[in-house]
Each structure stands twice: as structure tokens, then as C-alpha cells.
């Protein structure tokens, strides 16, 4: 081991000269603490050979006692060098493994069969990241992976995880699907499994990559989404052009035609000469209101009309609206209502929808004749955060196979209004960009003889929930329980009062949810700071909920306009009774 021909080369030499010089201080330390040596003592040094050489050594001391009871110390030397060198390469294997581990924002597992059983062997820290839950979570329950997959995907995921499972000849698959995380928020994830099998087919071991995937889930649906609405808006943009340069072409025949006629007749009679320039006004009209509004649908699709949304009151709007367009109503005898006598809220740009009551508005006081009515009225969804307005007429009505039509460029239906009233036929195919841009949607209910109604949306003001609470377990808990029972809302967090008027400042939620007792500031001083705000264009509705909750504290609340108190936990039903409510008084108040 350490280069010596014979026995006799060693016999004399000190025991310290197998030892390297780096190690030989500590050797020499380490024998002269060998105590009682009731026991071997082991230790592992550099060792040197003859020709100065290194290698590793385990060296053993230990006593012996002859019979004469003469003491022997006797020493052995062990060659672990080989050993040494695959233990310190499996050391940095591990370390770099860990590393990887630890700095990659995906999870790694792993499965083996323990007594016929496939079970985890491990599963790296980083699954919290995705899902919310420990490694250790997921080690205690197996089932933990199926029960968080998403309802409408896990029949899906389950049976072509069978199928491969099955096929003795697929090594890996990659799944991607919903999870719900331990929050109760959605996250897609991409699962990419890959199987170890024995001679038979039988798996043996399984290894994984979970992935986080909803952002590019996200980018891919907006971009194949603007990659459909840039396609249709081409081809809608070509059929445009042509039926527009029909239409521009018609009052231009008229013009020219009339105009050619008082030009070169001398003989036409003062009235004859009135009637044609009168024909002449009215094509010179109706081609101005054409070009208004082929500008206004091609600012609108190109995006460079002003767009500026606000927390808004459209009671104020649809008042100046029925204001600009009550004389045009009592020339014809029709009486204009509307039914909104509340002040209620959207997210959305005064001018814009201005214009689309106006237009709306005037095609039914086009449309009804004298006697008749036209109705306006807001009505709360809650379950889409919505406010959907109708504007109902006791019209002519429209036909059913011509309803499909009113929106579109392509087609740009159009008639003459009860009085011969004329029109561009753009008037509902730019109402219809603007509620669409501000995110709502349309249609149109309709019977001939009887009347029309076109109910639309749009979004309300606001559709975030503020949790303030200073109690981390129950903020996930209650947070949990608002995304499931308010699915369609944002909820943010705060964890003082401080924070939480910040955020009620930057976000204007729809409701506020707080804690009574909180560090920096309490409930009871932040609801007196919001009601006292001169800051705060919007005072959302609060409902306070805290294990300090007493009926003296209620009162107290009460008497600063909050209607909701409750001492945690809370019922279910009591709390999503008092959400809705709250939230139906941010929506009209």
C-alpha cells in the first residue's frame, strides 16, 4: 500500500511517516488523546507513500493485552481513496442536485414502489411556490395531487394517466391541466412524468416536473385572441370599404344631379328651384352624418379616439342624454322615462357612453310613432359585475330575420324612420364597439308592431374585495372562503389599518373587510377615517369582522354607518348574506 519491499523497511520507521505532512500534526494530536483505548478508535488522514504519493487512509488503533499481560497498541491502515473519491462525487452530485432544486421555479419529484405500492420519495420545496402546499403535505396525503386538480379537468387528466400507465411501451407523458391551490386560486400547470419499467413492462420508478404554466397560458390565449379579432377586423374593414364607397357615392348623385339642373335650366319655377335645393340639403346632410360616423367607427378601431374611464354616476349621463334629445321627442309626441333613481356606478368614459344612449335613444324616438314611449332602466348583476341598462320603445319594431344585422358593418342595415327620418345605418355598429370596448356586451329583443328593447352592460365600478386582518391564519382562511363564495371578485390583502386605507386610496375596492383590533391603526379609526376622508372620492361599504367583536363595539360601528358586524368564525350563510347585500350598495346607492 505504501511502496515498501520488505518488513525490514518499515520495522523502524515512526508510524507518522505514513501520514502526509498536511495531516500529520492532527495524527500525531489524535494518538495522544487515544485515552484507555477501551475501544478502536478510527480516524481518516492523507496518507503518503514511499515515493511521497498521497492517498486517503483509515487508520484503526487499538490495545491488546498478551497473556505475559504485556500491552500492544496495534495500528491498521485501510486504502479508502477509491472509497473517498465516490463519496466526495456523490457529496457534490447531491449539493449540485440540491442547488438546482432549490433555485428552480419548478417542482421535482419522484415515485417508487414500496410493498406494491407506488409512493413519493421526494418531492422538492419549490411545489409550494405552485401550489401553496408543503413538500410535506403532499408526503403525509398521496391523494393530495388528485384532490387539488381542477372539477372539469380531473376525469380528463385521471383516464389518460390510465391509458399510459397501461401501455407498457410509453415512458413519459406531459400533461397539462387546472389545479386549485391551497388559496383557492386557479393555476395551470404542466405535469411531465417519465417512467422507469421493468422487463415486463411493470413501472418501477417515476420521475417529475411540475410546472407553473398560467402565464403562458394567458399570453397564448391574448395573442390567439388578437390574432382572431386582427383576421376579423381586416375582413370586416375590406367589406366596409365597399358598401361605404356605395353609400358616399348616392348623396353625391343627388348633389350633382340637382345642382346640374338649377345650373343649366333658366326656366325652373322659385318653388321648383327651393324643393331642389332642399334635396340638395338633405343629401349634403345625411352624407355629413355618414362621414361622422365612419370617423368616429375608425378612430374607435384604430384606438386613437379618447378613452378615459372613471368611477362614474350614469344617472347624470342618461339625464343630459334624454336633456340633448327631449325636443326631437315632443316633435314627434313621444315621452321619454327613465326609471334610474339611484345613483349607480360603472368603470367606464363619460363621452363615450353618452353617445351610445344618444344614438340608442334617437333610433327609438326614430322608430315610434307619435303617442309612443320609451323606457330607461338599470338593473344590478351581481354574479357578473355588471350594471345592464335596456332602452325599450313602443315601436315598429324589427323583423327577426334583420335583428342579426344591426350591428354590422358588413351588412350596415338601415330604413326610414315613422316620420321618414334617414340615417347612416353606423349609428349601432359604433354603440356596439363602444360597449364592447368598455368590456360589456349587447343584444337586441324585438317584435314587430309592438316595440324594441336593446339591453346592454357594462362593468361596475369596482371589483375587488380588501381583506384587512393581522392574523396570517386568518387571512388565508377568510381569503379562501371569499374566492369561493365571490368567484368573480379580486380579493387583495392588508395586514394593518395603515396599509389598508393605502389600499382602499389606490384601488377603490367595492367592499372592505376588517379586523377590529390591528397594530398601527384599528378598525374602529380606519372606518372613522374613511367616513371623514375628504380624499376619497368613493367610501366603499365595510363590514368588520373580529374575534373582539361585542355587541357594545356593533353599536359603535353602527353609529359611523356600518351595517355588518360579526364575531369570528362567522357563519356562511350570515356572511355571504351581508357580502351581497354590502356589495349590492356599492353597486347602487
Known amino acids: 500500500m505504501f511502496g515498501y519491499k520488505s518488513i525490514k523497511e518499515v520495522l523502524n520507521l515512526n508510524p507518522l511517516e505514513f501520514i502526509s505532512e498536511k495531516d500529520k500534526e492532527t495524527a500525531e494530536e489524535d494518538y495522544q488523546d487515544r485515552g484507555a483505548l477501551n475501544e478502536t478508535l478510527k480516524f481518516i488522514y492523507e496518507g503518503r507513500t514511499k515515493n511521497s504519493e498521497l492517498l486517503i487512509i483509515e487508520?484503526?488503533?487499538?490495545k491488546f493485552t498478551s497473556s505475559n499481560k504485556t500491552e500492544y497498541i496495534i495500528e491498521s491502515y485501510l486504502d479508502i481513496t477509491e472509497q473517498q473519491k465516490a463519496k466526495r462525487a456523490l457529496e457534490e452530485s447531491e449539493e449540485r442536485y440540491r442547488s438546482i432544486t432549490e433555485n428552480i421555479d419548478d417542482a421535482i419529484w419522484t415515485m417508487e414502489y414500496v410493498n406494491k405500492k407506488l409512493v413519493k420519495s421526494f418531492i422538492s420545496p419549490s411545489i409550494f411556490e405552485i401550489t401553496k402546499y408543503a413538500d410535506k403535505e403532499f408526503e403525509k396525503n398521496p391523494k393530495l395531487w388528485l384532490r387539488i386538480i381542477h372539477p372539469d379537468d380531473k376525469l380528463s387528466v385521471i383516464s389518460k394517466?390510465?391509458?399510459?400507465?397501461?401501455?407498457?411501451?410509453?415512458?413519459?407523458?406531459?400533461?397539462?391541466?387546472?389545479?386549485l391551490d391551497k388559496q383557492g386560486s386557479l393555476v395551470w400547470v404542466r405535469n411531465k412524468l417519465n417512467f422507469i419499467r421493468d422487463d415486463f413492462g411493470a413501472i418501477e420508478k417515476t420521475f417529475g416536473l411540475f410546472s407553473d404554466i398560467t402565464l403562458n397560458k394567458r399570453n397564448a390565449e391574448k395573442l390567439q385572441k388578437t390574432t382572431n379579432e386582427l383576421q376579423t377586423s381586416n375582413e370586416s374593414k375590406d367589406r366596409f370599404i365597399s358598401i361605404i364607397s356605395h353609400d358616399l357615392r348616392t348623396p353625391f348623385s343627388s348633389i350633382?344631379?340637382?345642382?346640374?339642373?338649377?345650373?343649366?335650366d333658366d326656366d325652373i319655377s322659385e318653388d321648383k328651384q327651393k324643393q331642389y335645393i332642399g334635396?340638395?340639403?338633405?343629401?349634403?346632410q345625411n352624407m355629413l352624418k355618414l362621414v361622422n360616423s365612419i370617423l368616429d367607427w375608425?378612430?374607435?378601431?384604430?384606438?386613437?379616439?379618447?378613452?378615459?374611464?372613471?368611477?362614474?354616476?350614469?344617472?347624470?349621463?342618461?339625464?343630459?342624454?334624454?336633456?340633448?334629445?327631449?325636443?326631437?321627442?315632443?316633435?314627434?309626441?313621444?315621452?321619454?322615462?327613465?326609471?334610474?333613481?339611484?345613483?349607480?356606478?360603472?368603470?367606464?368614459?363619460?363621452?363615450?357612453l353618452l353617445q351610445v344612449f344618444n344614438n340608442l335613444?334617437?333610433?327609438?324616438?326614430?322608430?315610434?310613432?307619435?303617442?309612443?314611449?320609451?323606457?330607461?332602466?338599470?338593473?344590478?348583476?351581481?354574479?357578473?359585475?355588471?350594471?345592464q341598462f335596456s332602452v325599450n320603445d313602443t315601436g315598429v319594431g324589427?323583423?327577426?330575420?334583420?335583428i342579426d344585422k344591426l350591428f354590422s358593418v358588413d351588412d350596415k342595415y338601415t330604413t326610414d324612420g315613422t316620420k321618414g327620418e334617414k340615417g347612416s345605418g353606423l349609428g349601432l355598429s359604433l354603440v356596439k364597439e363602444i360597449i364592447l370596448k368598455h368590456g360589456g356586451e349587447i343584444s337586441v329583443e324585438s317584435e314587430v308592431g309592438t316595440g324594441t328593447s336593446f339591453i346592454f352592460t357594462i362593468p361596475v365600478s369596482s371589483t375587488k374585495i380588501l381583506l384587512i386582518d393581522d392574523v396570517q391564519s386568518d387571512v388565508i382562511l377568510y381569503k379562501k372562503l371569499l374566492n369561493n363564495i365571490m368567484p368573480d371578485y379580486q380579493v387583495e390583502v392588508a395586514y394593518d389599518g395603515d396599509e389598508g386605507f393605502e389600499a382602499i386610496q389606490k384601488m377603490a375596492p367595492a367592499l372592505v373587510i376588517t379586523d377590529h383590533i390591528m397594530p398601527k391603526m384599528s378598525g374602529f379609526e380606519l372606518v372613522k377615517k374613511i367616513m371623514n376622508s375628504d380624499e376619497l372620492k368613493y367610501k366603499p361599504p365595510v363590514i368588520v369582522l373580529s374575534s373582539d367583536a361585542t355587541n357594545s363595539i356593533a353599536k359603535e360601528y353602527e353609529e359611523l354607518g356600518v351595517e355588518y358586524t360579526f364575531k369570528k368564525p362567522v357563519g356562511l350563510t350570515v356572511f355571504k348574506n351581508a357580502i351581497e347585500k354590502s356589495l349590492q350598495k356599492a353597486l347602487i346607492s
Open 256 to 264: 350633382l344631379g340637382f345642382t346640374d339642373i338649377l345650373l343649366t
Open 398 to 402: 324589427i323583423s327577426d330575420r334583420d
Open 279 to 284: 334635396f340638395i340639403q338633405e343629401s349634403a
Open 161 to 179: 394517466l390510465r391509458r399510459v400507465l397501461k401501455d407498457r411501451v410509453r415512458n413519459q407523458v406531459e400533461l397539462e391541466y387546472r389545479i
Open 361 to 387: 335613444i334617437s333610433n327609438a324616438i326614430k322608430f315610434t310613432n307619435s303617442d309612443g314611449e320609451i323606457f330607461i332602466s338599470a338593473e344590478p348583476l351581481m354574479d357578473k359585475k355588471v350594471i
Open 298 to 352: 375608425t378612430r374607435l378601431q384604430t384606438g386613437r379616439i379618447d378613452y378615459v374611464a372613471e368611477r362614474l354616476n350614469i344617472q347624470t349621463v342618461v339625464s343630459n342624454a334624454i336633456q340633448m334629445l327631449t325636443g326631437s321627442a315632443l316633435q314627434k309626441n313621444v315621452k321619454l322615462y327613465s326609471t334610474i333613481d339611484h345613483e349607480v356606478f360603472v368603470h367606464g368614459d363619460r363621452n363615450l
Open 59 to 62: 487508520k484503526g488503533i487499538t
